[in-house]
C-alpha cells in the first residue's frame, strides 16, 4: 500500500533529552513536510523540504532540526531546546507545489 | 503575514440539514485551496480541492470558490452524524511552499 509512515504512534520525552520522530513515504514525492497541531489549534509549519538533501525553516523551526537523506525519510529531532514540545506532530508529503499534500497518522509527543 | 480565517464553531446543524462551512483568505494571488476533515486524535484527511472559481461537487460534498471576494466555502449535503468532526481549510499561497491551514471549524450533526 502507498503511504505515509510516522513512528512512533506515542512517544514521551525525558527533560534535557532529544527525540526523533519518524516519517517515511513511498509515494515517491519530491516534497515533505513537518507540521505541530496544539490542541483546539490549526496546524503550524516546523520544517519542509522540496528535494533530497534541501530543507527549509518553517513557521516555528526554533527547537526542532531534520535532515532529508533520502527522498522516502523526513525524520524530525525534537531538541531539548524545545521547552514546549507536548503536541500532535503530522507528517505530510505531496507530488508538487499544487496539489494536496497527505497525512501520516501522526505522533503523539507528551513530557515524562 | 498571510493568513487563513475561518470560525471555530461549534458549529450545529441537525440531521439531513445542509452544513455551510466557510474560509477567507488574504492573497488574492492564491491559485489552489483545499479542505481537510480531521476526526479527534486522528491526522487530517483530504475532502476537496479546488483551483477555479466557482462549484466543484463530489457526491454530497461541493466546495465554492470566489477569488475576488477571498473566499471558499464547503457546503455538506444531507448531513450525517458520521460528518461531525473539526475541517480544515488549507490556502496554497504564491511563493510559499507549503499549505497555510486555518485552525479548523467543529462541526456537529445532531441525530
Known amino acids: 500500500d502507498g503511504g505515509i509512515t510516522q513512528s512512533p504512534k506515542y512517544l514521551f520525552r525525558k527533560e534535557g533529552q532529544n527525540v526523533t520522530l519518524s516519517c517515511e513515504q513511498n509515494?515517491?514525492?519530491?516534497?515533505m513536510y513537518w507540521y505541530r497541531q496544539d490542541p483546539g489549534q490549526g496546524l503550524r509549519l516546523i520544517y519542509y523540504?522540496?528535494?533530497?538533501?534541501?530543507?527549509q525553516k518553517g513557521d516555528i523551526a526554533e527547537g526542532y532540526s531534520v535532515s532529508r537523506e533520502k527522498k522516502e525519510s523526513f525524520p524530525l529531532t525534537v531538541t531539548s531546546a524545545q521547552k514546549n514540545p507536548t503536541a500532535f506532530y503530522l507528517c505530510?508529503?505531496?507530488?508538487?507545489?499544487?496539489?494536496?499534500?497527505?497525512f501520516g497518522d501522526g505522533t503523539r509527543l507528551s513530557i515524562l | 503575514q498571510k493568513e487563513v480565517e475561518q470560525n471555530s464553531g461549534p458549529l450545529s446543524v441537525p440531521e439531513g440539514a445542509i452544513a455551510s462551512l466557510n474560509c477567507t483568505y488574504s492573497?488574492?494571488?492564491?491559485?489552489?485551496f483545499f479542505w481537510y476533515r480531521q476526526y479527534s486524535g486522528k491526522s487530517p484527511e483530504l475532502i476537496m480541492f479546488?483551483?477555479?472559481?466557482g462549484d466543484k461537487e463530489d457526491g454530497r460534498f461541493t466546495a465554492q470558490l470566489n477569488k475576488a471576494s477571498q473566499y471558499v466555502s464547503l457546503l455538506i449535503r444531507d448531513s450525517q452524524p458520521s460528518d461531525s468532526a473539526t475541517y480544515l481549510c488549507?490556502?496554497?499561497?504564491?511563493?510559499?511552499?507549503?499549505?497555510?491551514f486555518g485552525s479548523g471549524t467543529r462541526l456537529q450533526v445532531q441525530p
Open positions: 505530510a508529503s505531496r507530488d508538487n507545489s499544487n496539489q494536496p499534500q497527505h
Open positions: 509515494l515517491n514525492h519530491d516534497a
Open positions: 523540504s522540496q528535494i533530497v538533501n534541501d530543507f
Open positions: 492573497d488574492r494571488g492564491s491559485q489552489s
Open positions: 479546488i483551483y477555479s472559481n
Open positions: 488549507a490556502v496554497n499561497y504564491t511563493g510559499r511552499r507549503a499549505l497555510t
